[in-house]
């Protein structure tokens, strides 16, 4: 059977269809989720710490919204099945490499009977097995896999059935996928149905932690401790201070705000005299020194306010001449510094953002100003009309000096105007910064003037540079509600709906009252009702 058929006939076995909910305010669908990329990752990497293969690299996840969770997004594919088949090979041969492996996770070390047999088999899925399902086995799955399990074992050898076995549970699609049990649907008609323990176990490890439930967890879930908002606030404080909630700090602003852009192609180079110390190895500098950022300012400060105005940062050689501080000597060593108050403010105004949103040859006014149009203040920007040149404006040799803003002002006066209003009101006040983020005063012996206008929120006015815009948006009312919308839509894999507005509403004004605690917010989400509940799907 093909690969990608025989995945959507499991799916369906497992009570796993297209959820076609009924409407129910407060409460969205509940559509299966594969794991992301950074997931499945992540879950091998604590399913096997200290395991580490090297893979042939998986498809990109496809986006819509900006997140690589989307549920809308995750066609499988049969290069992905494939690469899932290899990935799932090689773990399973790491983890049986010796015979100390397998009995480590096996807990037995093998047998003499075909009784002693049954028992390992037992005592594997049961324990690991159970980790990678993220539950308990069904009596008929592991009726399954035990009798494949013996059956690999007589036919080999028993370091052979435990590989064997391993290899078919990463690829089927309980592990693949987050498969919530249609079972309770048959206990009762309610609309709204409360989420399975183990179901909301996975719920909370992939949020918080974006990979599997820990033991904790799964204790919690079996002993029916994961079922009252009290129970989820209280797991919700425990996971928000393990290091594993660094991994969703760092994966969520950096998919929100897009901030590996910077790794592109076309950002590998810097055509401008001025940028032309910037190598390939800078961008992946820019992209680490703002994961250190927002890492550090998650763990230390942990608010929205934080991220866009701290000074703080990180450098290596290759930052600290970006930023024009002193560095250590090497791109391997890194110190924590305090940035120039005259020119830096958050994460707006580091390497990966600035560069990311530029072209290779000079900045950008209109790219950066959409980008805190769409991403800082979720505001869809009109098309740009047919034929209009999008390149970048070029000197007129006749005109004298004239500096990048001159330029974009001309390109985009008249019928331009206004769209280019709002998105130059904000790109303009980057002008102080190159295609590569350094901090400049003039162009063409000309000083730059990187004032501009906020639009469209609760903070209009005039701003004189980066510094004041950040301070202005850190503290708005519509950026701090557009960053809880945006926080939801991670958490569910999805665009929140109609019914669920009102929850939108609730928590955006919670996390506004909390003074943009973003622990505050995400506690706040996976106690929603939206985040603990599930619809009755359907027939």
């Not at 206990?187 to 709204?192: C, G, I, L, Q, R």
């Not at 149009?373 to 740009?384: D, G, K, T």
């Amino acid at each position: 059977m093909h690969r990608r058929a025989a995945f959507a006939l499991l799916l369906l076995a497992l009570g796993c269809g297209n959820d076609r909910a009924l409407t129910v305010p407060g409460v969205g669908p509940a559509p299966l989720r594969r794991l992301s990329n950074t997931e499945y990752l992540y879950a091998l990497n604590d399913l096997f710490p200290g395991l580490h293969p090297v893979l042939p690299p998986l498809p990109t996840d496809n986006s819509v919204s900006g997140f690589e969770n989307e549920v809308n997004a995750q066609a499988p594919s049969d290069v992905r099945v494939a690469r899932f088949e290899a990935i799932a090979h090689l773990y399973a041969a790491a983890a049986t490499q010796d015979a100390t492996a397998v009995a480590a996770v096996t807990g037995c070390p093998g047998w003499a009977t075909p009784t002693q047999a049954a028992a390992c088999a037992t005592d594997f899925l049961q324990t690991t097995g159970a980790r990678i399902f993220r539950r308990p086995l069904t009596v008929e799955e592991e009726a399954h896999f035990t009798q494949r399990f013996t059956s690999w074992a007589t036919a080999v050898d028993f370091s052979a059935a435990v590989q064997l076995t391993l290899s078919a549970m990463l690829q089927a699609p309980q592990f693949l996928y987050r498969a919530e049990p249609a079972d309770v649907l048959a206990s009762t008609t309610e609309p709204v149905l409360p989420v399975d323990g183990y179901a909301m176990a996975s719920r909370l490890s992939f949020f918080l932690w974006e990979s599997i439930p820990d033991d904790e967890l799964l204790r919690a879930a079996g002993a029916g401790q994961l079922e009252t908002e009290d129970d989820i606030r209280q797991q919700a404080a425990r996971m928000l201070s393990d290091p594993r909630a660094l991994r969703l700090a760092w994966d969520f602003h950096r998919q929100w705000l897009a901030l590996d852009r910077i790794m592109n192609d076309e950002h590998e180079v810097r055509t401008s005299e001025v940028d032309a110390a910037w190598t390939s190895t800078t961008q992946a500098s820019a992209l680490r020194e703002s994961r250190m950022f927002v890492e550090r300012s998650f763990t230390d400060v942990g608010t929205l306010g934080d991220l866009l105005t701290s000074r703080r940062a990180w450098v290596n050689n290759e930052m600290a001449r970006v930023y024009g501080v002193d560095g250590p000597a090497t791109a391997d060593s890194w110190r924590e510094v305090t940035l120039p108050a005259e020119q830096r403010a958050g994460i707006l105004t580091r390497a990966a953002f600035l560069a990311g949103y530029s072209h290779r040859g000079g900045t950008s006014p209109p790219i950066r100003g959409n980008a805190i149009n769409l991403r800082l203040l979720c505001q869809l920007p009109a098309p740009p009309p047919d034929g209009v040149d999008l390149s970048i404006p070029m000197p007129d040799p006749n005109s004298g000096p004239q500096t990048n803003r001159m330029l974009f002002e001309a390109r985009t006066t008249g019928s331009c105007q206004q769209c280019h209003h709002s998105l130059n009101g904000f790109g303009f006040g980057f002008e102080s910064y190159t295609a590569s983020g350094a901090f400049i005063t003039a162009q063409q012996g000309l000083a730059i003037d990187p004032s501009g206008e906020v639009n469209g929120t609760d903070v209009d006015g005039t701003f004189a540079n980066a510094i004041e815009l950040s301070t202005l948006l850190g503290r708005s009312k519509v950026v701090h509600r557009c960053a809880a919308q945006k926080w939801i839509e991670y958490a569910l894999g999805r665009t929140p709906t109609s019914d669920e507005a009102a929850i939108v509403e609730e928590i955006g004004s919670r996390f506004i009252d909390s003074r943009g605690d973003l622990r505050t917010l995400l506690t706040e989400i996976v106690a929603s009702q939206t985040f603990r509940l599930r619809k009755r799907p359907t027939p």
